[in-house]
């Protein structure tokens, strides 16, 4: 298992951002002392800011400051817009578009909310029972909508267009995001098994049997690329070698963590020695008759 290294450089852009920046009404905002002083406790910080934290000037700020904003004009979008909305006032959603605000434009989406998750690991371990308020990912979408797929970047199940290949990027925003809130990480459930292993480089099942059936089947299936293997899953044609039957995956919560007794945990010999000994119960193949047929029948 991996976990995720935040290269020193974000952290210290993280430091350096203060609630002044990013809690801003625009970015050319300017004021005294005092005015800032007031600003940080107006009434309405929980309802209008972005996670009770985020102006939208100060997202923007932050966006250009680790970087984002520069690798999307070098992949040719120059002039991005943001939405904002905190309409509900637990689940809010952030969206940028290229040029203007058009669902065509669309390039990124994701949808975050706060919350509170049990932890209850199956062998003895001091987080058992404990509860860790956490930044959940309800959903998250990048793509470049002008692109089309290729044989170097084929499509994926989910997918419209091809991805901005920002995945470690934005687990990093993430993970600092979820910092700065003073959480204790970062949750993911992913809808498809392609995204559970993408996002498996720096993201950890809560449940380790989960955790163990994704490393047996990365385990298994090293050879085959990943658009084949989530081609596979999404046809019923990865199958269990023991029953001959489909895999149907089923989402499940996956963590980044950040607090130390949630690390330790995740990171303990007992979580890795229960999910290698669970690994060996399972094992994989690729039904080749039936993913080429469905290969045939979508073509």
Not at 16 to 44: A, G, P, V, W
Not at 114 to 143: A, H, R, S, T
Not at 213 to 227: C, T
Request: charged share 30%; net charge positive.
């Amino acid at each position: 298992m991996n976990s995720l290294i935040i290269p020193k450089k974000s952290w210290l852009t993280a430091k350096r951002l203060t609630t002044l920046n990013l809690q801003k009404k625009s970015e050319d905002e300017s004021l005294s002392l005092e005015e800032n002083l007031f600003s940080l406790n107006i009434s309405k910080r929980g309802s209008d800011f972005f996670l009770g934290f985020y102006s939208k000037a100060g997202i923007e700020i932050a966006l250009r400051k680790y970087g984002i904003l520069k690798v999307l004009q070098e992949k040719g979008f120059n002039n991005v817009v943001f939405k904002v909305d905190t309409n509900d006032p637990y689940v809010h959603r952030l969206v940028l578009y290229d040029k203007k605000i058009d669902p065509k434009n669309q390039i990124i989406d994701v949808v975050l909310r706060k919350d509170v998750i049990d932890i209850e690991l199956p062998f003895d371990c001091e987080i058992n029972g404990k509860k860790y308020e956490m930044l959940i990912i309800e959903w998250m979408l990048m793509q470049n909508p002008y692109k089309q797929f290729t044989k170097g970047k084929p499509q994926l199940p989910g997918q419209k267009f091809p991805g901005l290949g920002l995945s470690r990027q934005s687990a990093e925003i993430l993970a600092l995001t979820a910092w700065r809130l003073k959480l204790s990480g970062v949750v993911n459930v992913p809808e498809y098994l392609h995204n559970a292993i993408i996002y498996s480089k720096a993201f950890y099942y809560i449940n380790p049997d989960t955790q163990a059936k994704l490393d047996a089947l990365v385990r298994d299936l090293k050879k085959y690329p990943l658009n084949m293997v989530a081609w596979a899953c999404e046809w019923g044609a990865l199958k269990y070698v023991k029953t001959g039957k489909a895999l149907k995956w089923q989402p499940d919560k996956q963590v980044l963590p950040l607090e130390s007794g949630l690390k330790k945990a995740l990171f303990s010999r007992k979580y890795k020695k229960y999910v290698k000994e669970k690994s060996k119960e399972y094992q994989f193949y690729i039904d080749m008759e039936k993913f080429e047929e469905n290969m045939r029948r979508n073509r």
